[in-house]
């Protein structure tokens, strides 16, 4: 058992430094050259990522739910304008494995990412979602204080 363990350590990181080795982080493409000509002529543009695999228990769906909740009802103009979007991802469904790579995911994860003149400019793991699942409300108010954070700076 504890080689096993010692075994899968070594694994994880070895697959983590070879993530952080990664210099570069692409964004996802828009899907035509019309959606490409809108994101190039916006100045700015926030997008906020939940990203799952295939197994999803109790816990990360509470996490997508309280998220999800806290963005669409604080931002409901911002979502409404075209400048946030939310965005439920499976990264273990063909196509989005790139996820894994660009934003170096290692777990289920929530994350912010700024777009500026349809480039990816920067981005944040909400890793600390993780840390306040027993209280709604404390995870709602720094969800919307990282994803305001972002909108301000656009």
């Excluded at 899907?31 to 197994?55: C, I, L, M």
Aim: glycine fraction near 2%.
């Amino acid at each position: 058992m504890q080689v096993a363990l010692l075994l899968f350590v070594a694994v994880s990181v070895v697959y983590l430094v070879s993530q952080e080795s990664r210099k570069s982080v692409a964004a996802t493409p828009p899907t035509n050259s019309r959606d490409a000509k809108n994101e190039a002529n916006r100045p700015a543009k926030v997008n906020v990522y939940y990203f799952h695999g295939n197994f999803r228990c109790v816990s990360c769906r509470k996490l997508e739910a309280v998220s999800q909740k806290a963005v669409m009802d604080a931002f409901a103009q911002e979502v409404e304008r075209g400048d946030l979007e939310w965005h439920v991802v499976n990264v273990e469904a063909s196509g989005n494995e790139h996820f894994v790579s660009d934003y170096k995911l290692f777990s289920k994860a929530l994350v912010v990412v700024k777009f500026r003149n349809g480039q990816q400019n920067d981005y944040k793991n909400l890793a600390k979602a993780w840390e306040l699942m027993s209280d709604d409300a404390a995870l709602q108010k720094y969800v919307i204080a990282e994803v305001r954070s972002y909108l301000k700076e656009s």
